[in-house]
């Protein structure tokens, strides 16, 4: 507590003094105040954006005991599994679609969403982060588990409010940290999926915005050559099995086509502007949908 009331006295002098907010919020997480570490850490950032030490120790507050990546998999920007652009107008369209409408959804049902802090999970180069920090004015922590991919969103996507952490599932997310989460075409790829949606539970008691493959009209066993990473596709009764026992029910979706099918394999991409979200169809091939508490 000494160490805490001389860095008030020192930032009571220069509140924009970077580094003594950077000392201040190790002070207080070593003191078992994570809340004021963060609210710290990000009014540093709000100073200089480009500050490492900040940048780091904010991720850090968010994500722990990460597992080292396979080395089967290819986690380079030219594996085919990201849009990998470091200008979001040249992201695909379906991509940038989602975060828009999780934009949209978070302005209109979060509270003083400028305040609010969201979690990216499987961010992948960071648009989809530095698209809801724009769109909807939260602060965003963006995590995947490349290392290229998060070089790139630190690089071109970065900012006061969007943050980018490497780790590779499993992993810890401190309980409670964010206001909402987001993890748009990840749940598919993750052998332990059930955990998975259990630590997103977990860090936050708002909403829970998820998009995946539908197993009824994008059939896995018949594309799975295609899909090198993803372990297995889902139904929307599925996803809501899997939500129901943590107290969420999905309170809105929305439907996309993405690909030519023929005799139930992918035959092409459609044209970028029939990839639009629609209302959730038959013949819809990915659902995003928002889960709430209660």
């Known amino acids: 507590m000494a160490a805490i009331e001389l860095l008030d006295a020192g930032l009571s002098e ?3 003094n970077v580094d003594g907010r950077l000392l201040r919020a190790i002070a207080y997480a070593s003191s078992g105040s994570p809340k004021r570490a963060v609210h710290d850490l990000w ?3 709000a100073i200089n954006p480009a500050s490492p030490g900040t940048r780091l120790a904010l991720a850090d507050m968010f994500v722990s005991g990460q597992q080292p990546p396979p080395v089967i998999r290819n986690f380079s920007l030219a594996s085919g599994e990201r849009q990998t652009a470091s200008d979001v107008a040249k992201i695909r369209e379906d991509h940038r679609s989602r975060y828009e409408f999780a934009a949209r959804w978070i302005s209109s049902n979060i509270a003083a969403a400028c305040n609010s802090t969201g979690i990216d ?3 992948g180069n960071g648009y989809g982060s530095r698209m809801l920090s724009e769109i909807a004015g939260c602060r965003m922590v963006g995590i995947d588990g490349s290392d290229e991919a998060v070089a790139l969103a630190e690089q071109a996507f970065a900012g006061a409010r969007t943050v980018f ?3 590779y599932f499993p992993f810890d997310i401190a309980p ?4 909402f989460a987001v993890c748009f075409e990840s749940i598919e790829h993750v052998e332990d999926y059930e955990r998975f949606i259990r630590t997103i539970d977990q860090a936050t008691n708002g909403p829970l915005i998820v998009s995946f493959p539908l197993e009824d009209t994008l059939n896995f066993s018949a594309n799975a050559d295609l899909f090198r990473y993803h372990v297995r596709h ?3 009764g599925q996803i809501e099995d899997l939500l129901r026992p943590l107290n969420r029910r999905i309170v809105s979706t929305r439907g996309q086509i993405v690909y030519r099918l023929k005799n139930r394999r992918i035959d092409g991409l459609l044209p970028e502007s029939a990839m639009e979200l629609t ?3 038959e013949d819809s091939q990915f659902v995003v ?3 709430e508490k209660g």
């Open 279 to 281: 209302a959730l169809r």
């Open 289 to 291: 949908v928002v889960a």
């Open 14 to 16: 220069q509140p924009l």
């Open 176 to 179: 409670g940290s964010v206001d």
């Open 43 to 45: 009014k540093a950032l």
């Open 234 to 236: 889902f139904t929307l």
């Open 165 to 167: 952490r490497q780790a």
């Open 121 to 123: 999970l499987f961010c």
